[in-house]
């Protein structure tokens, strides 16, 4: 059987080459465009693996779902990639880390991203 992932981003043009990029590799894949559609996916069709951006709604909304993600039962422990362009779009001089409290994902991609660099993210998050 297929391994799930969902897309969670508002940028549709990210999200069809993402899903077509999945898709072609043989995996099941659904999208939301917000944080809190994205949340009710996760905890409806229970992903193998969640990609997720940080600027939709707000400048930050990503970092709140990636916390409430890890505090429902449902997905718990569900690999988290998130592939951001924050760091460019706020001109921040730093970058981000995953951590288990503040930013609870197992990797973070800064877009634009290598379709064979989010392959290789996609495939070591799955096992």
Same mark, same amino acid.
């Given at each position: 059987?297929? #391994?799930? %992932?969902?897309?969670?981003?508002?940028?549709? /043009? =990210?999200?069809?080459?993402?899903?077509?990029?999945?898709? &072609?590799?043989?995996?099941? *894949? &659904?999208?939301?465009? +917000?944080?809190? /559609?994205?949340?009710?996916?996760?905890?409806?069709?229970?992903?193998?693996?969640?990609?997720?951006?940080?600027?939709?709604?707000? #400048?930050?909304?990503? =970092?709140?779902v990636a916390?409430?993600l890890?505090? @429902?039962?449902? *997905?718990?422990?569900?690999?988290? %990639?998130?592939?951001?362009g924050?760091r460019k !779009?706020? +001109?921040l001089? =730093?970058? =981000? !880390?995953?951590?288990?409290?503040?930013?609870?994902?197992?990797?973070? @991609?800064?877009?634009?991203?290598?379709?064979?660099? @989010?392959?290789? &993210?996609?495939?070591? &998050? @799955?096992?």
């Open positions: 059987m297929a #391994k799930k %992932i969902l897309v969670i981003d508002d940028d549709p /043009d =990210f999200v069809e080459s993402v899903v077509n990029l999945l898709e &072609a590799k043989g995996y099941q *894949v &659904a999208s939301a465009a +917000n944080g809190k /559609d994205g949340v009710a996916k996760a905890t409806a069709d229970k992903p193998n693996l969640i990609l997720l951006d940080v600027m939709m709604n707000t #400048k930050d909304e990503g =970092f709140n916390r409430q890890q505090e @429902l039962p449902e *997905v718990k422990g569900t690999p988290v %990639i998130m592939v951001t924050v !779009e706020m +001109n001089p =730093f970058g =981000f !880390e995953p951590d288990e409290t503040w930013l609870p994902v197992k990797q973070i @991609l800064e877009k634009p991203v290598k379709p064979e660099m @989010l392959m290789k &993210a996609v495939t070591d &998050a @799955l096992g």
